[in-house]
């Protein structure tokens, strides 16, 4: 069993940054591959980025070149670096958790960008 706790949400103007993190429990953090998800209101939730144990990374086009996934394995944490922001990022942003057959998710942090 992994529990997710997503912080480092909050309200920013646009062009500004945040970052997000996700500590997760348990020891076997380091094998899961971790991802960011993200849902709007009134759209479909949608990938942000994943970080595989190796540390290979892929990102939605929508913020490649603005956003930045990493993982401490010593801190269970995953970051979600977030620059540049524009409005339409905007969403409840969610931590992933998976590896084989277990799948695990947190609470979400909303992430609002406006002026």
């Known amino acids: 069993q992994v529990q997710l706790v997503e912080s480092g949400g909050g309200l920013v103007q646009p062009g500004g940054s945040l970052r997000l993190s996700c500590a997760a429990s348990?020891?076997?953090?380091?094998?899961?591959?971790m991802a960011w998800h993200r849902q709007a209101p009134g759209k479909q939730r949608e990938l942000v980025a994943t970080?595989?144990?190796?540390?290979?990374?892929n990102y939605a086009d929508s913020v490649k070149g603005r956003f930045t996934i990493s993982r401490d394995n010593a801190k269970n944490t995953v970051y979600l670096q977030m620059n540049s922001l524009k409005p339409e990022d905007t969403a409840i942003y969610y931590c992933?958790?998976?590896?084989?057959?277990?799948?695990?998710w947190g609470q979400g942090t909303q992430v609002t960008v406006s002026s």
């Open positions: 992933n958790a998976n590896l084989m057959t277990r799948d695990y």
């Open positions: 970080i595989r144990s190796g540390g290979n990374t």
């Open positions: 348990g020891n076997n953090f380091r094998f899961y591959t």
